[in-house]
């Protein structure tokens, strides 16, 4: 009888541990997508410089590098995936929307030179679906 209750007792601290390290790696993941999402949700809304848009641009290509995030057949642009960043520019002069891709491994300096004092408005973020990380930002040219 004794050794049916320790079983039984050691079954249930068994799950109880399991079910507590799911909660902890579940909290430990929505922190950081909160985390990394206040870096870029500053943006929303608000007004900044080309200079600074070119900062955002250079660290969302380095968060793409850092996590490994393909790139399509031409090695141009990154796929969207589960972790990727995208940022979308759309400018006055032009029709189509710019990607940071094109942008900054192309013409950096021209961006730099010609719109370092154009100011530029975060009207779109979005959201990944499974891990709640911003997917994509998008600019437009005020």
């Given at each position: 009888?004794?050794?049916?209750i320790?079983?039984?007792?050691g079954?249930?601290?068994?799950?109880l541990?399991?079910?507590v390290?799911?909660?902890?790696?579940?909290?430990k993941?929505v922190?950081q997508?909160?985390s990394?999402?206040?870096?870029?949700e500053v943006?929303?809304?608000?007004?900044?410089?080309?200079?600074?848009?070119?900062?955002?641009?250079?660290?969302?290509?380095?968060?793409?590098?850092?996590?490994d995030?393909?790139?399509d057949?031409?090695?141009?642009?990154?796929?969207?995936t589960e972790?990727?960043?995208?940022?979308?520019v759309?400018?006055?002069?032009?029709?189509?929307?710019?990607?940071?891709?094109?942008?900054?491994?192309?013409d950096?300096?021209?961006?730099?030179r010609?719109?370092?004092e154009a100011?530029?408005?975060?009207?779109k973020?979005?959201?990944?679906?499974?891990?709640?990380?911003?997917?994509s930002?998008?600019?437009?040219q005020?």
């Amino acid at each position: 009888m004794k050794k049916n209750i320790l079983v039984i007792l050691g079954i249930f601290i068994i799950i109880l541990l399991f079910s507590v390290y799911l909660l902890y790696n579940y909290n430990k993941e929505v922190i950081q997508a909160q985390s990394f999402n206040k870096q870029y949700e500053v943006y929303y809304e608000k007004t900044i410089l080309g200079t600074e848009l070119a900062t955002v641009m250079n660290k969302a290509m380095d968060y793409n590098k850092k996590n490994d995030i393909a790139k399509d057949k031409n090695d141009r642009y990154y796929i969207e995936t589960e972790n990727s960043l995208l940022i979308r520019v759309k400018f006055l002069e032009k029709e189509e929307v710019a990607k940071m891709e094109d942008i900054l491994l192309q013409d950096m300096e021209n961006f730099i030179r010609f719109y370092r004092e154009a100011n530029f408005k975060c009207t779109k973020i979005e959201y990944h679906l499974k891990n709640k990380q911003v997917k994509s930002l998008y600019f437009e040219q005020i």
